[in-house]
């Protein structure tokens, strides 16, 4: 069992910056792959961006450059650092997590995937 909580969302203008966190509780993260999701109104569950257990990161296409995702698995914390931040990046942002690794694919993460979830914080971004 993998208990994660989500911090950091909140209010921005367009351009600025933002790190959300996630620490996990319960196991050990170290051989779990890492993913932040995001979900808009009226939208599907969208993978952002994922890292596996060996360190390999994943990106979608429409954060490529401006997201990145890091892992502090000494302190069971995963970040999201997010830049150039656009409304379109408004959503519920969640972090979760699935024992194992993924490898060096090269597509984002499936929320089927992953059996761990926080309860998400809100990042609204105004132009």
């Known amino acids: 069992q993998v208990h994660l909580v989500e911090s950091g969302g909140g209010s921005v203008e367009s351009g600025r910056s933002l790190t959300l966190s996630c620490v996990a509780s319960?196991?050990?993260?170290?051989?779990?792959?890492m993913a932040w999701f995001r979900q808009a109104p009226g939208k599907e569950r969208e993978g952002v961006a994922s890292?596996?257990?060996?360190?390999?990161?994943q990106y979608a296409s429409s954060v490529q450059g401006r997201l990145t995702i890091s892992r502090d698995n000494a302190n069971n914390m995963v970040y999201l650092h997010m830049t150039s931040l656009k409304p379109e990046d408004s959503a519920i942002y969640y972090c979760a997590a699935v024992r194992g690794d993924f490898g060096q694919r090269r597509y984002p993460p499936f929320a089927t995937e992953y059996n761990y979830w926080g309860q998400g914080t809100q990042v609204t971004v105004s132009s």
């Open positions: 890292t596996g257990a060996e360190g390999y990161t």
């Open positions: 319960g196991n050990d993260i170290r051989r779990y792959s």
